[in-house]
């Protein structure tokens, strides 16, 4: 990180709100309006069907569903009779953006932005690929999860914010709850940063942790509680939702332990590619991003050619400004607020500025 603050108390941030009604706000309907609008000559987000016939190979279920492909990435898109979007799924990737229930994310001692979606984010239990529709699998899955409102990958990062509650499991553990970035850094061992990184899922759960490589996380003490930006998305995806889980950045398989290893990890799809980490390396366009994928920072001048911060789409707040969601020292822990740098992917702040790639799992 390249901004560092010691912690003041944190304050309590409110949780998930359910609108009762969302119009426009949500992402993929955000798109659809986009579509609408006159003078619009190129769209690439999700939810664009250029005029509902993609790429021109669609077909419609008995139920009177239809699915059509996008590329750029390679991409299926549903929509039910009336054409409105169901799920967007990737070639490659295990994350699936689905229309659902409309909720708000905010957090209004921190910023002012609010997030209303109709978008959920969860993990398929394989990666996805053009005709899986077809499937056993899938057809299972999408059942159990259409219109669901069991949580997802936005409810469980909005359970480490300042304020949220602890839950605990049957053993007692505690896996959710208002979690730090990580310790002071007493020493001034990392070049006058005043919080430590390296603060991994298994030390915020303060229990050990047997890795399918063969490899044991073993807690701190003093990190108990602490999620630094990539413990953070390991939390969520891994801990949380079970993808798999490197022990570091080089042993295993799955997601890797660092901001950078994971940036430059095989895993998923590169949905913005990593040209480099200089600061003409700036993503020229973010058309491509949609909820739930993972975006890699540069903020660290001291550091070379490594990546050291990642977060996760969240949408676009009422505003219309591309929010993510990271745990970031600033706070001391996960967050949208706007200390130390606005939450938002467009534009010319600091976060937008040191953007250089994004990934979907």
């Known amino acids: 990180m390249a901004a560092k603050a010691k912690k003041k108390s944190r304050p309590v941030v409110s949780g998930l709100v359910v609108l009762a009604l969302v119009a426009t706000s949500g ?87 609010k997030v209303s979606t ?3 984010v969860r993990l398929m239990p394989q990666a996805w690929e053009k005709g899986a529709e077809k499937s056993k699998w899938f057809k299972k899955w999408y059942a159990e999860y259409d219109g669901s409102k069991e949580d997802d990958l936005f409810a469980y990062a909005f359970q480490y914010v300042a304020g949220a509650p602890e839950k605990k499991d049957e053993q007692g553990i505690v896996y959710a709850g208002d979690a730090n970035f990580g310790p002071l850094n007493t020493t001034g061992a990392e070049g006058g940063d005043l ?105 660290d001048t001291r550091t070379k050619e490594r990546l050291d911060h990642v977060g996760m789409v969240l949408g676009y707040d009422t505003e219309g400004h591309l929010i993510f969601v990271s745990s970031r020292e600033e706070v001391n822990g996960p967050t949208i607020g706007d200390m130390g740098g606005v939450s938002r992917l467009d534009g010319n702040g600091y976060y937008a500025k040191t953007l250089r790639s994004a990934k979907r799992l």
């Open 27 to 113: 992402y993929l309907t955000l798109e659809l309006r986009k579509q609408e609008e006159p003078g619009v000559a190129e769209v690439r987000n999700v939810g664009i069907l250029d005029g509902g016939r993609g790429s021109g190979d669609s077909a419609k279920d008995e139920g009177g569903e239809s699915w059509s492909r996008l590329e750029n990435p390679a991409r299926s898109v549903l929509r039910d009779a009336d054409g409105r979007i169901r799920a967007v799924l990737t070639d490659g990737a295990r994350t699936a953006t689905l229309t659902g229930p409309a909720r708000t994310f905010d957090e209004p001692t921190s910023t002012t932005s």
């Open 195 to 299: 919080r430590l990184e390296q603060s991994d899922f298994y030390d915020y759960l303060g229990v050990t942790y047997p890795f399918r490589d063969g490899a044991t996380g073993t807690p701190e003490t003093m990190r108990a509680r602490s999620l630094d930006c990539s413990g953070f998305m390991r939390m969520v995806l891994g801990y949380r939702a079970r993808y798999p889980l490197m022990s570091s950045d080089t042993s295993g398989d799955g997601l890797p332990r660092t901001a950078n290893g994971m940036a430059r990890s095989k895993e998923g799809v590169d949905v913005l590619p990593l040209a480099g980490v200089a600061p003409d390396d700036r993503p020229s366009a973010i058309d491509q991003l949609q909820p739930g994928d993972l975006v890699f920072f540069k903020l």
């Open 118 to 120: 109709t978008d959920w």
